[in-house]
C-alpha cells in the first residue's frame, strides 16, 4: 500500500500544482483584502490572452463603495475613464460625493507570451460592510475573443468553481 499511497500524493500534488496555476493566470487581484475606511490599491494582474490571441483592452468595473478612484496611466496604453452616479451619497471626511470613476478602459497590446498589471487606487468607504466580497469584474478584449471575468460565485461556492471568475476582494474588519 506504500506504493500506491505515495502515486496517490505525487498525484495530488499534480494537481494542485495545476490549480493554482490556472488560478494565478486568470485576471486576479494581487492583494485581495482591505478594510472598510481604508486606502486601497487594485492591482490587477492579466496572465494571459485570449486563446493565444493578444490583449487590445482590459476594462476594469469599479464596485459600489469603491470611492474616489484613480486609475494609473501606462506608458504604451490609452485609458479611458467612465464615470457615473454613485449608488448613494458618500462622505469621505473632507466632502460629501455622489459621483465616480465607475469604469476604467485601457487600450493598447499585451501578448499573450507576455504578463501586465493595471492599476486603480481608491478608498473603500467606512459604510462598506466586513466579512462581504466585492468583485471588480474584468473584461479583455483581444485580437480574436474575449474573456470575460464577471462570474460571481452563489452562494455555497467559490470563484474556483467557475471558468470565468470575476476578481474578488475580501472586506475584512479593520485591526
Ligand atoms: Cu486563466
Redesign the pocket.
Known amino acids: 500500500m506504500k506504493i500506491s499511497s505515495i502515486v496517490g500524493a505525487a498525484l495530488s500534488a499534480a494537481v494542485l500544482v495545476s490549480t493554482s496555476s ?2 494565478f ?3 486576479t487581484l494581487e492583494v485581495k483584502q482591505a478594510a472598510p475606511k481604508s486606502s486601497y490599491k487594485a492591482i490587477m494582474r492579466i ?2 490572452g485570449c486563446e493565444g490571441s493578444p490583449t487590445l483592452k482590459v476594462r476594469i468595473q469599479v464596485p459600489e463603495g469603491y470611492v474616489n478612484v484613480k486609475p494609473m496611466p501606462k506608458a504604451g496604453w490609452t485609458m479611458e475613464t467612465v464615470v457615473g452616479k454613485y449608488g448613494k451619497e458618500y462622505d469621505t471626511g473632507h466632502a460629501r460625493i455622489t459621483e465616480g470613476v465607475k469604469e476604467v478602459i485601457w487600450t493598447g497590446k499585451l501578448l499573450d507570451a507576455h504578463y501586465d498589471e493595471f492599476v486603480l487606487t481608491g478608498t473603500i468607504d467606512g459604510s462598506v460592510s466586513p466579512n462581504t466580497t466585492m468583485w471588480l469584474p474584468t473584461v479583455q478584449e483581444c485580437e480574436k475573443g474575449f ?1 470575460r471575468w464577471i462570474e460571481i460565485p452563489a452562494a455555497g461556492k467559490s470563484s474556483g468553481d467557475y471558468k470565468e471568475p470575476a476578481p474578488g476582494l475580501r472586506i475584512v474588519a479593520p485591526n
Do not use: Y
Open positions: 490556472v488560478a493566470a486568470h485576471a496572465g494571459h474573456n
